[in-house]
């Protein structure tokens, strides 16, 4: 059994910054990426940006978030960060933690997603 828990949301200001973090727990043998994805209400789910075991980042839609957040890992702790700045309304969304990871060979690859974590970003 595999589990990823999120922290690090709340409620921020504009221009303020927050920190997430997901760690996975459980029978792991291996992830390939950790990512984050974001589901505003009335809009589609979007990647934020995922991160893969050798440090490879991937920011998908760069000009949203360029130069505002930063995606980081700790392989060691099975954990993902992803620092946020300088937020903007557009921010505000669940922020949901997403991980590929290897289980072996009778379990395979499989895709685990957090809980979700809500982002606020108001005066």
């Known amino acids: 059994q595999v589990q990823l828990v999120e922290s690090g949301g709340g409620l921020v200001q504009p221009g303020g910054s927050l920190r997430l973090s997901c760690v996975a727990s459980?029978?792991?043998?291996?992830?390939?990426?950790m990512g984050w994805y974001r589901q505003a209400p009335g809009k589609q789910g979007e990647l934020v940006a995922d991160?893969?075991?050798?440090?490879?980042?991937?920011?998908a839609d760069a000009d949203s978030v360029k130069g505002r957040f930063t995606i980081s890992k700790d392989n060691a702790k099975n954990t993902v960060y992803q620092q946020m700045n300088d937020q903007k309304a557009e921010d505000a969304a669940v922020y949901l933690c997403?991980?590929?990871?290897?289980?072996?060979?009778?379990?395979?690859?499989?895709?685990?997603w957090g809980q979700g974590n809500q982002v606020t970003v108001s005066s």
């Open positions: 997403n991980a590929r990871i290897f289980l072996g060979w009778s379990g395979g690859w499989s895709d685990y």
């Open positions: 459980g029978s792991i043998l291996s992830i390939n990426y």
């Open positions: 991160i893969t075991s050798g440090g490879s980042t991937n920011y």
